[in-house]
Each structure stands twice: as C-alpha cells, then as structure tokens.
C-alpha cells in the first residue's frame, strides 16, 4: 500500500482503501473527539510510532517506529491538533467559518519539522533521526496551516456524499469532482442504489403502459 492511503474498516466489517489527500487529513482517520472515540487508535505513543510510517511522511524518505522519539506529552498534543482538526475540517467542506480560536491552536503547534538530507552513498534522502514528537506536531500542524490558508487547496476539502459517511478528504484528482471516501464503499453503494432505482422506474413504466 502506498504511504498515505490508509485501509479502513466500516461499522460493518467491510475494509476498504481511504486516500485522505494530504497528511494533516490522514490525522483525522486515527480518532478523534465524541462519536469519533469509537475509532480511536492512537492510545500510547507506540501507537503513533507504528502508524506514521504508513503516511505520507513516509512518501519524502524511508520511515520505521524505531525512527521515531515520541512522548506521551507529545501524543497529548498530537491528538489535541487531530480534535481541533475535526472542527476545522468539516467547516471548510461545508462553506461554514472557522473559528479563530481553533486556527489559534494550529498556529501554536506550528514547530520545526523533521529534517531530510542526501546520502552520498546513493543520492537517496534519508531522514535525519530521531524524530522527536515535536517535529510529528510541526509537520502535521504546517500541513494544515498549508491546506487552510492556500485556497486553491481549502475549496478542495469535502465530506464523502455517502449516506451516514463523515470521512473528510482533500480532493486531489484533476478534474476537482471526487465526492467518495472510496469507490469500494460509498461509490459502489452509490452505483448500486442507481442501478436499482432505475430498474424500478423502468419496471414502474412497464407496468403502466400495458
């Protein structure tokens, strides 16, 4: 699987490929604040250590857990930011203001971010470790203070148009009209409930004209 598209389960059992768009969206899949809780999967900072080299910080260089220096404290905060982004982010997908407050507490997160450099063996790009829990808080914090303040990137924020479906995404496709967490749920669920009413209204006529 490719950093930053993430395999998701539903409420019913089906998994499915989630590709949030940008790494301070990838937050929000990990949990977040009321019904959210549910879904909650960073519960120690071991927990964050295993899931961040599945996101797109992964995608700039090579990332592993032991790479990583992460500190309850700095979880504590991490998911304050993920929280404060559960408010931000639907604000944006739906028209609606985002409260200063809650840009307060991204602006205040905003730290240095982890740090690359090029090996001479190979040219490749390496980071340099460890990364402490702080820099994870820049780089989430700087990518969403990207996403917010770029409106080119704020108007590509949406919630999936599935029935009952909160998942938030930066639209990323060329053309700008992705309304789906997934094709594999909400998109097929779609497609089907088409196909079906169709049948129906097609069977309804068929009724009718005899």
């Known amino acids: 699987m490719h950093p930053g598209i993430h395999v998701l389960t539903s409420g019913g059992g089906q998994r499915f490929s989630f590709d949030p768009g940008s790494l301070s969206i990838e937050l929000l899949s990990t949990g977040g604040p009321g019904d959210y809780r ?16 599945r996101t797109r910080l992964a ?14 404290a ?13 408010a931000v982010a639907p604000a944006l997908a739906h028209g ?14 905003v730290q240095e971010p982890p740090r690359l450099r090029v090996e001479a063996a190979d040219l490749g790009r390496r980071w340099v470790v460890p990364i402490t829990g702080a820099q994870v808080l820049g780089v989430f914090a700087r990518d969403a203070l990207d996403v917010i303040g770029t409106p080119a990137l704020r108007e590509r924020v949406r919630e999936c148009a599935g029935d009952h479906c909160r998942l938030i995404f ?19 669920r779609n497609k089907v409930r088409t196909h079906r009413t169709r049948r129906a209204a097609v069977a309804a006529h068929t009724e009718g004209s005899r």
Do not use: K, Q, Y
């Not at 930066?170 to 097929?188: I, K, V």
């Open 59 to 72: 995608a700039a260089a090579p990332l592993a857990p032991a790479d990583l220096r992460i500190r309850a």
């Open 96 to 109: 609606r203001d985002v409260l200063p407050a809650d840009l307060e507490v991204i602006n205040g997160f």
């Open 74 to 86: 700095d979880l504590e905060r991490i998911r304050h930011l993920r929280d404060t982004l559960w």
């Open 170 to 188: 930066l639209d990323t496709s060329r053309p700008g009209n992705r309304r789906w967490c997934s094709m594999e749920r909400c998109g097929n």
């Open 38 to 53: 549910h879904w909650e999967i960073l519960h120690r900072p071991a927990d964050l250590a295993d899931w961040l080299p």
